[in-house]
């Protein structure tokens, strides 16, 4: 609520503005890609269904952070496995994300400033999608 009768507290141009900023803080690219449609192929060689190939949903720069030290070490068929929660921020003109088991996911495929974070070539699923800047 503002302090003022009939005024705002942010510009109706923040957004506008603010834009431009965010993409220089991107310090790496991503893709997000989508599972394919159909059924997939069968394999008669191997056995195996081949699934559809997967859509690219976009593809360019991305900010990788990290939300938390602290790693969740969990045991998955008798191996160690971590889950950390990561922001992965994209641009703002990037089609629609669908979060969720079985969605889109986004994989880091640059990371030059990656100093701290081993990021580059690791696949992550996406929990939730926010909206903003």
């Known amino acids: 609520m503002s302090p003022l009768p009939s005024t705002r507290m942010i510009h109706r ?4 503005h603010h834009r431009p900023s965010v993409r220089t803080s991107f310090n790496g690219k991503c893709r997000v ?8 192929v ?3 060689e191997t056995g195996d269904v ?5 859509t690219v949903v976009y593809d360019g720069g991305c900010r990788v952070q990290e939300i938390n030290r602290e790693a969740q070490r969990l045991v998955a068929a008798a191996q160690g496995v971590s889950r950390e929660s990561m922001r992965i921020v994209i641009d703002d003109d990037a089609p629609f994300i669908q979060a969720g088991e079985d969605r889109d996911w986004v994989e880091v495929y640059e990371a030059p400033n990656d100093m701290m974070l081993t990021v580059a070539g690791v696949i992550f699923t996406i929990e939730h999608v926010q909206m903003g800047t």
């Open 50 to 54: 081949i699934p559809p190939m997967p």
């Open 13 to 16: 141009r923040w957004s506008e």
């Open 42 to 44: 069968f394999d008669p």
């Open 33 to 40: 890609m989508r599972p394919g449609e159909g059924r997939g």
